[in-house]
């Protein structure tokens, strides 16, 4: 008997020490994999570029055409994404601190956004100012369209925080500004990179939003190329200057947030912090939200609805419409889940087992949501036409693109996730003989399920109208509603094309409220 209280005790101790500093091989190995995939798009990248020739980069790159996009698109980050931050944090606030009137409406009315492709946001402001076309065009929209990123993530932490840590500093005579800047703000930190991380990259991926707007960035670039003359070189080689800049925020994001993590042990307080009374500013604090409402949702809606009436019953061609529906829901499914899986070994070691190797595997598998779809979409193509014939064209080459566009994605919500759920949990599982993996999935993976719903909704959310990558890779026959729309609308038929649009946001309105459910959740994890 003392013989197996011996084993079993030493086959705890090797548990527990399994989940050391460098992680658990089987899931060091897992990440190392998906790494590696990810770096299919870079490879195919560098390969141009080396085949290519100096002379031909410095002819490519080094020019004027370039150095405007280099300014167009810092310019988009330096503005979008701090007026982003002030603007999210300041609804977060009056919506979960404050006694504003109607906060829980306000609350839906913030994320709703999410609902309208970025695209459809930039047809609607198209119709509704078609002079409004420039930088200022291009920040007001990205913000209406992307603000709900930064929005969820911040309102959740804040109904997560322990009052008596705020409490507490008021007890020291800390005035409430300073309490919010010395106490709540610190504790919102990993909350805000990760949805400024998730902004930033769109800014530096999305297509339709800017060609719209007119403004011209490297992705609108990228793309115009392979349209116009199919410059393989020429694009390939502006993509490479495009994971220059990603992997540059990527590390900046790094940098800011460090290694520090907030949990706790326990219940802390059991109650929530009692709201603000605004007085006097309580009215006039309904602007706020009110005005980003009207903005962001009642533009578009009385846009799509001009287009609805205009069109008739005869755009709604239900042969055309039902198909293009159910290969879309099909193929958000399939891909929101295996982008979440395929996430989690990576997001875990980025918060338990931070170190060199693990930073090196978390900017392979963030860096290609830089990406446009167009770039990882031609090195499918070339990859499957050259190595692996059958793959080409197929549903697995193409939910196997989604995977690499919004890994990202998934992986940042779930690295915040994780980082909520306490690490103690899980060498006290090991340390009572379950084995490392089982130890992490009943304890971190479970806390963490929210967060992991809450990914997969935002994935879905993005394949739903995912346009330039489907469109090179979807087999024969599959056209899902975001193809449909943009080839109506790329021939002017704003009519013929607004049932795709009202179909994208009938289908993305249950992911957005599954997303604030499990936002709401975030409160009693």
């Known amino acids: 008997m003392a013989v197996s209280v011996d084993l079993g005790a030493t086959k705890a101790a090797k548990n527990a020490r399994s989940l050391g500093s460098s992680g658990h091989p089987l899931i060091l190995g897992a990440a190392a994999l998906t790494g590696l995939l990810s770096l299919l798009p870079l490879g195919f990248v560098v390969y141009i570029a080396a085949t290519s020739g100096w002379g031909t980069i410095a002819d490519l ?18 503005l979008v994404l701090p007026l982003s931050v002030l603007l999210a944090v300041a609804l977060a ?8 009137p109607f906060a829980k409406f306000w609350s839906w009315m913030v994320i709703a956004p999410l609902a ?3 695209f459809v946001h930039s047809y609607a402001w198209n119709a509704f100012m078609p002079r409004f076309h420039g930088l200022g065009a291009a920040v007001l929209v990205s913000i209406l369209a992307y603000l709900p990123f930064l929005y969820l993530p911040v309102a959740a932490q804040l109904r997560r925080l322990d009052p008596a840590q705020e409490e507490t500093a008021q007890s020291m005579g800390k005035r409430p500004i300073e309490v919010f800047f010395l106490v709540v703000l610190p504790q919102l930190r990993l909350a805000i990179l990760g949805g400024a991380l998730l902004i930033g990259l769109h800014l530096l991926a999305e297509y339709g939003l800017f060609v719209l707007t007119r403004f011209d960035t490297f992705a609108t670039a990228i793309v115009d190329q392979f349209q116009s003359v199919y410059s393989g070189p020429s694009a390939n080689l502006l993509g490479g200057v495009l994971v220059l800049l990603c992997l540059g925020l990527l590390g900046l994001e790094n940098l800011v947030r460090g ?23 309580r009215c006039p604090a309904l602007l706020l939200p009110l005005i980003f409402a ?19 019953a005869e755009i709604w061609r239900f042969d055309f419409i039902l198909p293009a529906l159910g290969q879309t829901a099909v ?31 978390e900017a392979c598998h963030s860096y290609v949501g830089a990406l446009p779809g167009v770039i990882i979409a031609l090195a499918l193509v070339t990859i499957t036409v050259q190595v692996a014939l059958p793959l080409y064209q197929t549903l697995a080459t193409l939910i196997f693109a989604y995977v690499l566009m919004f890994l990202p994605r998934a992986l940042v919500g779930l690295r ?19 084995p490392p993996v089982s130890a992490i999935w009943h304890t971190t993976i479970r806390l963490a399920a929210p967060g992991a719903m809450a990914s997969a909704a935002l994935v879905a959310l993005g394949i739903t109208t995912e346009l330039t990558g489907t469109l090179m890779l979807a087999p024969n026959g599959t056209r899902t509603l975001a193809m449909r729309f943009w080839s109506y609308t790329s021939e002017l038929d704003f009519a013929s094309a607004a049932p ?9 309105i249950p992911l957005v409220i599954m997303l604030h459910m499990q936002s709401d959740r975030v409160e009693q994890a």
């Open 116 to 118: 309208l492709p970025a």
């Open 61 to 78: 790159v080094f020019r004027p055409k370039v150095g405007g996009l280099l300014v167009n698109t810092l310019m988009l980050l330096v």
């Open 93 to 100: 606030w009056l919506i979960e601190r404050t006694d504003i």
């Open 500 to 508: 795709y649009a009202l179909l994208m946001i009938v289908l993305s």
């Open 259 to 281: 290694s520090e993590r907030y949990a706790r042990v326990g219940a802390g307080a059991a109650r929530r912090r009692g709201r603000v009374a605004l007085g006097r500013w």
């Open 294 to 312: 009207a903005l962001s949702l009642a533009v578009p809606v009385l846009t799509l609805g001009r287009w609805l009436w205009s069109g008739g």
């Open 331 to 361: 193929l958000a499914l399939a891909g929101a889940v295996l982008t979440t899986l395929a996430a989690v070994p990576m997001a875990w070691l980025a918060v338990r087992a931070p170190g060199r190797v693990q930073r090196t595997l």
């Open 416 to 434: 915040t996730s994780i980082a909520q759920a306490p690490v103690e949990l899980e060498r006290a599982a090991a340390s009572l003989g379950r």
